[in-house]
């Protein structure tokens, strides 16, 4: 039993939000200093302020202002089965009681991990209050493995760096950089409990297509849509990973009891995933929190249907707060349950997916080059033409944002590359005039094979 595991899984056995352990960690900061604490050290204590970053976040909800700042700043606590609020122990009685966790986690196959454990997600790390412990059943050998040059399991353990947590380490602000990331491509898609057909086999289809090019499918093991994209990504032969709301040992699982046949099936095809201590019931108020690790690990995440009121748009905000793309399928307006999704999209928060794979094809190229699919489809599809050496900087950048093997629309090129719509429509024709890209119908370009 590890030092550093201890020390995390005591303080995250504590019922207090986030905020107040990360506070309780930057005090201490040690599994001896933590055992030497008597029940009042750690009680509650006034909630400390959310780092200016947060306090800046994008608004929040009309109805409850400043919720989506508690959200983003771990302000949301849960209810611990082991340590109560009333009846917190000493420092070396928390640490009995996370023995015992560990314990328990043991018999159960379940597998810690904790923040600086090297299996631990970099993605997950560089979010907004990451989870300092992460419950894993299944198959964590796979889909938290330490990844080998090029992004294949197997690298020995030394040879990776520990992934720091700005968050956890007390920084007021981001680092301006993303720790590199060189494993599994995680991809979330999301969306209501109560889909129409046309949402359940637009999921189930897009589980299905992102599994088939190696993406890992992220999602919340909820009835409807998350349940779709699960079993999707199985009848697609990969992998996916749901992300609870309660512990992974707390009677009902977390997630509606229709699906435990389900939950059975990505136990053998991927894993499920909690923060809260393993007999934790879920709670209203743990949702946001487990949203948050839903598009921590992922690279993008997709809502496929959703009211305007859903919980799936909370992912879709926090991915957006977080830096990562979201797309969204379009519904029909008529429809309630894609009033959220067309919203999304009305206000150009989400790419629309025309078709299933747009959610592979719209991914920036460093993410497509990670999956195994594309990295198996041999040279000939990802030979790119010899680049001129008097083209302009813009032109540079445009040719080297669009593959041979794929279209890329225009507004996406113009996002990509940040440059202005009317400069990107200049390059564009220049680079056509000299036969270095094509253009095909809808506004989308390619590389000529």
Not at 187 to 210: C, E, F, I, N, Q
Not at 216 to 244: K, M, N, Y
């Amino acid at each position: 039993m590890r030092h550093e595991e201890l020390y995390w899984v005591a303080l995250n056995l504590l019922p207090h939000p986030l905020q107040q352990i990360r506070a309780l960690h930057l005090r201490l900061g040690s599994l001896e200093e933590l055992a030497r604490c008597a029940p009042n050290d750690l009680g509650a204590g006034k909630a400390t302020a959310p780092p200016p970053a947060l306090q800046s976040s994008r608004g929040g909800d009309a109805d409850r202002p400043g919720w989506w700042i508690r959200v983003l700043g771990g302000q949301l606590g849960h209810a611990s089965p082991r340590v109560t609020a009333s009846d917190i122990p000493s420092g070396e009685g928390l640490l009995e009681t996370a023995r015992s966790e560990l314990r328990l986690a043991e018999r159960l196959g379940i597998e810690t991990i904790v923040l600086g454990d090297r299996r631990y997600p970099p993605l997950l790390a560089a979010i907004s209050a990451p989870p300092p412990v992460l419950y894993v059943q299944g198959r964590a050998e796979t889909l938290f493995a330490v990844p080998a040059p090029g992004g294949l399991a197997g690298e020995p353990a030394a040879a990776r760096p520990i992934t720091a947590s700005w968050w956890w380490a007390g920084a007021p602000v981001r680092s301006p950089t993303e720790p590199p990331h060189a494993g599994p491509v995680c991809l979330a898609v999301v969306g209501t409990r109560r889909p129409s057909d046309y949402g359940r086999m637009a999921s189930r289809r897009l589980g299905r297509a992102l599994a088939r090019q190696g993406a890992i499918v992220v999602s919340g093991l909820a009835r409807g849509i998350d349940a779709e994209s699960h079993q999707g990504a199985i009848e697609g032969g990969g992998l996916t990973i749901a992300v609870l709301g309660g512990g992974l040992a707390a009677p009902g699982g977390g997630f509606p009891s229709e699906n435990r046949s389900l939950a059975r099936r990505i136990l053998r095809a991927g894993a499920l995933v909690s923060e809260f201590p393993l007999e934790t019931q879920p709670l209203k108020g743990h949702f946001p929190r487990r949203n948050r690790i839903i598009a921590g690990l992922s690279a993008a995440v997709t809502v496929v249907e959703a009211a305007s009121r859903s919980g799936a748009l909370i992912t879709a905000r926090l991915a957006l707060e977080e830096g990562r793309d979201v797309f969204a399928v379009p519904g029909r307006i008529t429809d309630a349950q894609a009033a959220g999704t067309n919203g999304l999209l009305r206000a150009g928060a989400a790419a629309a997916l025309a078709h299933e794979e747009d959610a592979i094809e719209a991914l920036p190229a460093f993410w497509r080059d990670l999956l195994p699919a594309a990295s198996s489809e041999g040279p000939a599809a990802r030979i790119r033409p010899e680049v001129p050496t008097d083209l302009t900087p813009a032109e540079r950048s445009l040719m080297a944002l669009m593959r041979a093997d794929e279209t890329v629309p225009v507004d996406l090129l113009v996002s990509r590359s940040g440059r202005a719509a009317g400069e990107v429509l200049a390059s564009l024709v220049a680079l056509e005039i000299r036969g270095l890209v094509r253009s095909l119908p809808g506004g989308r370009y390619l590389l000529p094979p």
